[in-house]
């Protein structure tokens, strides 16, 4: 009986291998044909100042529709399109509808875009950049690129002309996922990044670690020194959001201030906040 059941194991094993296998290349497939259809979709997710209530800037997140199997998560996809060269074009077209959405927000306010560690090697990255700025007309302090420590960690040489170039053209920087990947106050001492983003953990962690607390606390004034933004990400409720204005983290981001939407949302919502509207959270922001 153990025999038979150590067969069926190895059986399952097997086909899950292979499942796994021909669904990376389905993907790979579907997500090619995505692009091609215009499956695709950026949405925007609001950042806001906590020293105005208002939302300085928006994250360009990519959404996926598929026909037949629904959203699939970014999270799912986006490695897929890194392991298969079609990051590039994917990211091109990416920043292209940032820059065009951008540039008809009112109020100055800026686009993150997330850029792929794959992405900094390809030296080709700064002229798509410079061209989406160009098309859409937006000047370039309004585009900010987030990236993850682990890309950093690599050291190599073309991310390292990159990020000065980036730097050059005046775009704005910031790790995305702070205190997540390795050596970050090693690359907070080599490169000059506008803003750190205090990964998503450390805030979910806010109410029960005194850890989580303490390292917010470090981090906020680490930024101060250096002259930084400091955002914390995924920010869901009500007490998290007391706990990082009164921490004095300058920027927040997360669902309970605003969920990631699409464009024309975004935009009304912009709109709003131009005229003088003033929106329940910013009261409670400002409240504090
Ligand atoms: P990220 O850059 O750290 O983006 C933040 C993620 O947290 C987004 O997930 C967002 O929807 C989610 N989020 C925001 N507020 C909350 C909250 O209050 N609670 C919770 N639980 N989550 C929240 P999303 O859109 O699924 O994206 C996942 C990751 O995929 C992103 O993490 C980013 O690394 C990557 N990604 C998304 N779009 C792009 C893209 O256009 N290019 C590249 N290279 N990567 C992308
Ligand atoms: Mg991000
Ligand atoms: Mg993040
Ligand atoms: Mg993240």
Request: glycine share 6%.
């Amino acid at each position: 009986h153990a025999k038979a059941n150590g067969r069926n194991d190895f059986c399952l094993f097997e086909e899950t291998m292979e499942h796994q296998f021909h669904e990376l290349r389905n993907l790979e497939a579907a997500l090619r044909v995505a692009i091609e259809k215009e499956e695709l979709e950026v949405h925007y997710q609001p950042i806001v100042d906590l020293r105005t209530g208002k939302v300085s800037c928006c994250e360009a997140l990519l959404r996926w529709n598929h026909p037949e199997l629904g959203p699939i998560s970014p999270a799912k996809f986006i490695p897929v399109a890194e392991s298969t060269g079609l990051i590039a074009p994917l990211s091109h077209w990416v920043l292209a509808q940032a820059c065009n959405a951008a540039a008809q927000w009112p109020g100055g306010v800026t686009v993150a875009v997330n850029m792929s560690p794959a992405l900094l090697k390809d030296l080709h990255l700064s002229h798509m950049i410079l061209s989406s700025l160009y098309t859409s007309g937006l000047s370039a302090d309004r585009l900010e690129l987030e990236i993850t420590e682990s890309v950093l960690l690599e050291d190599n040489a073309q991310a390292n002309t990159l990020i000065r170039e980036f730097q050059k053209i005046g775009l704005k920087l910031s790790i995305d996922d702070f205190g997540t990947g390795y050596s970050s106050l090693a690359y907070l001492k080599k490169y000059r990044f506008d803003k750190i983003k205090i990964d998503t953990s450390f805030i979910a962690d806010v109410t029960r670690s005194k850890e989580a607390r303490a390292i917010i606390h470090a981090l906020v004034g680490l930024a101060a020194e250096l002259d930084m933004e400091i955002v914390a990400e995924g920010i869901e409720t009500e007490t998290q959001l007391g706990y990082v204005t009164g921490a004095r983290c300058t920027a927040a981001q997360g669902f309970y201030l605003g969920r990631p939407s699409r464009e024309d949302v975004i935009r009304r919502r912009l709109e709003a906040q131009a005229k003088g509207e003033i929106w329940s959270a910013e009261v409670e922001v400002l409240q504090r």
